[in-house]
Structure formats: C-alpha cells, structure tokens
C-alpha cells in the first residue's frame, strides 16, 4: 500500500474548539510509524495551513462559511495532488465539513466513486434545512447531483461542483438523524446501515450488503469517511457530537479490514477526534487509538496477525 497523509487542522465546520489537533494527535500515537511497520509505503504531506477570514459572517443560517468554503477548496487540491502521486489518500481532521474538500479532490482524480459514510449522523443537512447552521453537519449535500438545486450560492463556494451519485453512497452507523434529513434519504432511495440494521444484521451481513450494492453495477473506488463518533462513546468519548449505541471497537475495525480486503480503497477521511471533549487523558487516548487503530486496518493490520512471507522457523 502506498499512503499520502494529510492533516487538515480545522474546525470551523461547527463550534467546538479543539477538533483543529485532532491531525497532529493521531500522528503523535505513531501512525506513520505504525503503518510503515506493517509494509506500507507513507509519504506525510504535512498539514494544510488555513488563513484566516475576517468578517466571516453568517449567511442565513450558514456559520463560517466562507472559512469553511476555502479551507475545502485548498484541501481539494491537495487530495488531487496525493491522488496524482499514486497513493491512497489519509486525511487526518478536522470536523467532518472536510469532506467535502476530501471527495471534491478525490472525483476529479478518480471521476466515479463509492462513498461508504460511517458516522451516526447523516450529515446530509442543506443550507436551509440545517438545524445549526453548523457545516460538519452538512457536507454531503454539496457533493451529491440529486441535490444542487437545493444549494444556493455561497461566497467561496463557487469552485464547487457535486461529483456523487446517491446511489454511490452508503451509509453505517447511523442513530442521530433530523427529521430533514430522514426525509432526504428517504427520498434519494439512498442506503443506509443504521444501528438498527447493524443490530439486525450483525456487521458482518451489513459489509456483505454494503459492498453488493457498491459493487452492483460497476466497481468503482471507495471513498471511506469515518467520523469517529460513528464509535460507541465509551470507545471515543473526545468527540463533538457523541451519540450513545454506537459501533463497537470491533465493529469498526471489522469495517475497515473488510473494506481493505476489497483492494478498491482509494481515499479515507479520519474525522472529529477532539481531545477537548475528552474529560480525561484516557478518554483522549482511547479516541485518538482507535483512530490509529482504524487506519491501520484499512491498509492491511489483521487482527489473526502476519508474518514475513520468506519467513523460516530458526
Ligand atoms: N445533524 C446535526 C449534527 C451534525 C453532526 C455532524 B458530524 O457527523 O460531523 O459529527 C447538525 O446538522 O448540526
Ligand atoms: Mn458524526
Ligand atoms: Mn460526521
Ligand atoms: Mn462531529
């Protein structure tokens, strides 16, 4: 596996302070390191530097948005560029409005794409429907064809184009869905794999049908975005929106050795580790581990173990 990192210290896509480091921390448990340990190739690009835009005022309900709208304009750029380098694409956040840089650069490297959104939260909230005016909960509706008529102009948006299909995307994790956006799904026939189906099911049919129906017409690359909220929060408390009866520590690394084992993986976004949300050093440390710990997993970490194929018993 050849990886590109890329951090994005940013936290604009809602309001909690802190997000911004969640890059930094996970490269501090190691992860370069760790992923070079188990054969994989690692070029860190570094971290994205974010100016600051004064006078950011709200539109409409919109907070930062023109903060938010450069930030993933300049993220793009950089996702296209690790992606024209050959590598599978690693962005380290940030809050989840990210994505919408992240895949925006992916599409114009790789055009078609599956979009596997593991998170309690749709995130699929428009402009006008958004409850909080708060981005990280929005990023999917900007990306999505079905929806640009419901996108209205926004100052430093204007490089923006949708690039997914509803039918490309699937969902995991889902428990704390608005009302607007139940709408949405429903409307967009678009599949999702909420808690309840994942208690149903059990995780190892919803990777099965996840990957049926991504791979029921062509196969294209995955674009896994993994919120780290979509954990339970006793295994990732230091997060901005916890939401009780989530994905075990088990059922999260079982997702992503699974989605690596498709070999299509092309880009992962780690997103919403915010160690000011943890009360304690340990809360922090479990939060910012299983991050590690999912990333590792998407790039070939097996829980039964390796070993080194000319490998001879001494
Ligand atoms: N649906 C809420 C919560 C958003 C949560 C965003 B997250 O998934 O990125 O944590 C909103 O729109 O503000
Ligand atoms: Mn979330
Ligand atoms: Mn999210
Ligand atoms: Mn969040």
């Not at 750029?77 to 650069?105: F, R, W």
């Not at 909080?132 to 990306?143: A, D, E, F, K, V």
């Not at 690039?163 to 995991?172: E, L, T």
């Amino acid at each position: 596996h050849c990886v590109g990192i890329i951090g994005a210290p940013f936290s604009k896509g809602q309001q909690r302070d802190g997000v911004q480091r969640g890059a930094d921390l996970i490269r501090a448990a190691g992860l370069v390191q760790k992923l070079k340990g188990q054969g994989c190739v690692v070029k860190d690009y570094g971290n994205l530097i974010f100016e600051d835009i004064p006078n950011d005022e709200p539109i409409g309900r919109l907070k930062t948005p023109r903060a938010v709208g450069r930030a993933n304009e300049l993220l793009a750029g950089a996702v296209l560029k690790i992606k024209s380098d050959g590598n599978t694409c690693v962005m380290l956040g940030g809050d989840h409005s990210l994505a919408i840089g992240s895949i925006s650069g992916h599409a114009a490297s790789r055009h078609e794409l599956s979009v596997l959104w593991v998170d309690a939260h749709a995130d699929i909230n428009t402009p006008l429907t958004t409850p909080t005016g708060n981005i990280h909960g929005q990023p999917l509706s900007y990306l999505i064809h079905e929806l640009h008529s419901k996108i209205p102009i926004i100052p430093h948006f204007s490089w923006l184009k949708p690039c997914v299909a509803a039918k490309d995307i699937v969902y995991i994790g889902l428990r704390d869905v608005d009302p607007e956006e139940h709408y949405i799904l429903k409307h967009l026939g678009i599949k999702m794999f909420s808690m309840t189906e994942v208690d149903r099911l059990g995780i190892a049919k919803v990777m099965e049908q996840t990957c049926d129906h991504m791979f029921s017409k062509v196969k294209k690359p995955i674009h896994l975005s993994f919120d780290i909220d979509a954990l339970d929060p006793s295994v990732s408390p230091a997060t901005g929106t916890p939401a009780a009866g989530g994905l075990t520590y088990r059922e999260g690394i079982y997702i992503t050795e699974h989605i690596c084992q498709t070999g299509l993986l092309s880009a992962v976004d780690m997103v919403e580790v915010n160690p000011k949300q943890g009360k304690t050093e340990d809360e922090i440390k479990s939060t910012v581990n299983a991050a590690v710990d999912l990333i590792l997993s998407c790039f070939g970490r097996v829980r039964e173990g390796s070993h080194e194929p000319d490998y001879q018993i001494p």
